[in-house]
């Protein structure tokens, strides 16, 4: 069964574990020199230079740094879709099971070698791809800002254990489409549309409540506000920095003296824009005096970066449970009735 397995999945197996061995080697050449370059940067800026920091040493690497996320990212998909959907609808479209299940081979057996042995290499793919990644990028992520840090649920669903998490779940519910709809095409399409639906509900309504998110509330400052969202000649609100900046930011609402969250603003709040010259610069100190002078403050509710870990280890759990429930269903599903 083992061998059989092996002849089937070999081909993509090969393009895959080839590709990203082709990857690691690339970042295990470069990466040295990223983080020499990073350490050059902490020694040059230990007094702070933090604009720098983006301008100079994150901004003109933000491609690759996003490009290797998304290579990640695609892993799960690829174990869900390519791997675990064909697993066993194909068997079924091409009649194939049935000469298996005439010879000694039961039918659990047969499936639990087939999902073994091609889960286990899903796994070790998702390591495969994250751990160098994740070395790689240790020096962008921690000069990225508010929006790219690996808090954010983007570049978080691309590093730490969760990618192995999401590659098996994906993996599993490949092969219980496929063994529900018994037709591949079909099977990988669910595959796609469930999974892609789990990964935008999973960051924004389940992984935001694993703790209690850490409110702060600040009086905004000129150096804070980096625009003016406005719209129909109506001032909705001040673009306020605020929060750490490797922190996974949840909101940032501006409230008025009652505490309560503003949507319009009078008309002088676009004086509080950044300053296009230095002379415009007494404006604006006038128009955030005034702003906090009526009361107004900026409100964030955000996730620490500490949180990174304990969350990666929660999600992951969550994910390996969801995998043998899944695991489960197929097993029983493929026994006689």
């Known amino acids: 069964m083992i061998w059989l397995t092996w002849r089937q999945f070999r081909v993509s197996a090969l393009a895959v574990f080839g590709v990203l061995g082709a990857v690691g080697v690339v970042l295990a050449a470069t990466g040295p020199g990223l983080h020499r370059d990073y350490a050059d940067l902490v020694a040059r800026c230990e007094h702070g230079c933090i604009g720098d920091v983006y301008d100079n040493f994150f901004f003109p690497r933000v491609g690759a740094y996003t490009g290797l996320a998304l290579l990640v990212l695609a892993v799960p998909v690829i174990a869900g879709v390519f791997w675990g959907a064909p697993l066993v609808s194909r068997e079924f479209e091409t009649g194939t099971r049935e000469l298996v299940w005439q010879q000694s081979v039961s039918r659990r057996r047969w499936l639990a070698v087939k999902v073994g042995l091609v889960g286990l290499a899903a796994a070790a793919a998702a390591a495969l791809a994250v751990v160098p990644v994740s070395l790689w990028s240790a020096p ?43 037709r591949t095409v079909p099977a990988m399409a669910a595959t796609l549309a ?23 509330e600040v009086v905004v400052t000129p150096r804070d506000v980096t625009g003016v969202d406005s ?19 949840l909101t940032n609402e501006t409230v008025d003296s009652t505490g309560r969250a503003v949507d319009t603003l009078p008309a002088w709040a676009a004086d509080c824009a950044p300053p296009e010259s230095p002379a415009q610069e ?23 970066a500490h949180r990174f870990w304990p969350f990666q280890g929660l999600e992951t759990a969550i994910f390996g449970l969801l995998s043998l429930l899944l695991a489960g269903f197929c097993l029983r599903r493929i026994r006689p009735h």
């Open 282 to 304: 007494v404006t604006q100190q006038r128009c955030v005096d005034q702003f906090a002078a009526a009361g107004y403050r900026q409100v964030v509710t955000y996730h620490p």
């Open 194 to 216: 469930i999974f892609a639906a789990v990964q935008i509900i999973v960051p924004t309504l389940i992984r935001p409540h694993f703790a209690n998110p850490v409110s702060l």
């Open 231 to 249: 719209s129909g000649g109506t001032i909705r609100g001040l673009i306020v920095n605020a929060g750490p900046p490797d922190a996974w930011l």
């Open 140 to 182: 962008l992520d921690a000069t990225a800002i508010t929006g790219l840090n690996r808090m954010t649920p983007i570049v978080y669903d691309a590093r730490g254990v969760v990618v192995i998490g999401h590659s098996m779940f994906a993996f599993v519910l490949g092969v219980a489409a496929g063994l529900l709809l018994r």
